[in-house]
């Protein structure tokens, strides 16, 4: 379809609507009100999926372990154990565990870390808190704080010698979000510029990019590596680590090039909300989250999952799983189809307008 067919199917159907009734057709004062009322609506649904998030973050049965060592770790122990749950209550989840244990546990994710309680026959107590520097970043500084609590309702003798367990830069941390976060961002620019061009050059913009799809999957990571890569020097890159970079840009662009063709320019909408409600469920562990949102944001969010598994596959391989690798599975697979598949004449013009 070329621009004149296109300018010239524009033109007949605003004569077609030119033509209607004046009672029948919308006033423009109503058709503004309606678009501000739903502007409004908007508002209010990106205000509650994201700056919500943050509003009501609050610690529920966090996993922390409790070490006891000393001399006389007997008695006096289950007491100071029974003492931390009843001050900390419903916001964590107190775990008995001997050091090897706590280690072990800590690596894996099972706990976000754990207080190491000391006992001599004397009867006075030191405190030692430990997290992961592989955890998730707002899950280590909340545990953190909840252990030197924790230490300090106890009446410890010293205040608590805090110690992390593998630790990471502050640059470490930031790159699992950087990644995807940029990859998705630039995934949408790269189909919007895909289609502009096509509409410049006079070619249907709803025809199938799927050497966009190719070329973004291959250049982007390259990118990436170059710039982001160079934050942190000591990161191991493994050969998975890799391939989830290279998948991630290949599937995000596929997603989005998909999305475009079904929806044509609508679909930028519904690319920057997935975003919005992404970024703050990857900035926070779930039991930090309240529960409607773990439910209704977190537990599908791709953009999330995907930050879990490239953090864990670049610091933290024992917490590795393969649901990141099926969902961006499905969106490639998924969004190839689409593009390669012909349109309905009735779709396409509406996608490419």
Do not use: C
Not at 163 to 169: A, F, K, N, Y
Not at 334 to 348: C, D, E, N, S, Y
């Amino acid at each position: 379809m070329n621009h004149t067919e296109s300018h010239s199917g524009k033109a007949a159907a605003l004569d077609a609507r030119s033509d209607l009734p004046a009672a029948r057709r919308p006033r423009p004062v109503a058709l503004d009100v309606a678009a501000g009322a739903i502007a409004a609506l908007a508002a209010a649904i990106v205000a509650i999926l994201t700056f919500g998030v943050q509003a009501t973050v609050a610690p529920h049965e966090v996993p922390l372990g409790v070490v006891a060592s000393g001399s006389a770790p007997g008695a006096s122990t289950e007491h100071l154990v029974d003492q931390l749950a009843a001050a900390s209550g419903e916001a964590v989840s107190w775990r008995r565990l001997g050091e090897e244990e706590a280690n072990d546990a800590l690596v894996t994710g099972g706990i976000m870390g754990f207080l190491t309680l000391s006992i001599d026959p004397g009867g006075g107590v030191e405190a030692k808190v430990t997290t992961g520097g592989t955890a998730h970043p707002n899950a280590t500084a909340a545990a953190e704080q909840m252990l030197r609590q924790a230490a300090t309702a106890i009446m410890t003798a010293a205040p608590p010698v805090a110690t992390v367990l593998h630790p990471v830069s502050a640059a470490g941390r930031v790159i699992p979000l950087a990644l995807v976060s940029v990859l998705w961002i630039a995934g949408m620019v790269g189909t919007v510029v895909a289609r502009l061009l096509r509409r410049r050059a006079g070619i249907d913009a709803s025809e199938s990019g799927i050497a966009m799809v190719i070329a973004f999957g291959l250049i982007a990571p390259a990118v990436m590596f170059a710039t982001v890569g160079s934050w942190e020097s000591g990161i191991a890159w493994t050969a998975e680590a890799i391939a989830l970079i290279f998948l991630i840009a290949m599937a995000f662009s596929a997603l989005h090039g998909a999305l475009a063709r079904l929806l044509g320019w609508a679909s930028l909408p519904l690319i920057s909300l997935i975003y919005l409600i992404g970024a703050p469920m990857a900035t926070q562990p779930p039991e930090l989250l309240a529960p409607a949102y773990r439910v209704l944001a977190w537990s599908w969010s791709p953009l999330r999952i995907t930050v879990d598994q490239l953090r864990a596959l670049l610091f933290a391989p024992q917490q590795s799983s393969a649901l990141a690798v099926v969902v961006l599975g499905v969106f490639l697979l998924t969004g190839l189809l689409i593009m390669l598949l012909p349109q309905h004449p009735k779709v396409a013009r509406r996608t490419n307008a």
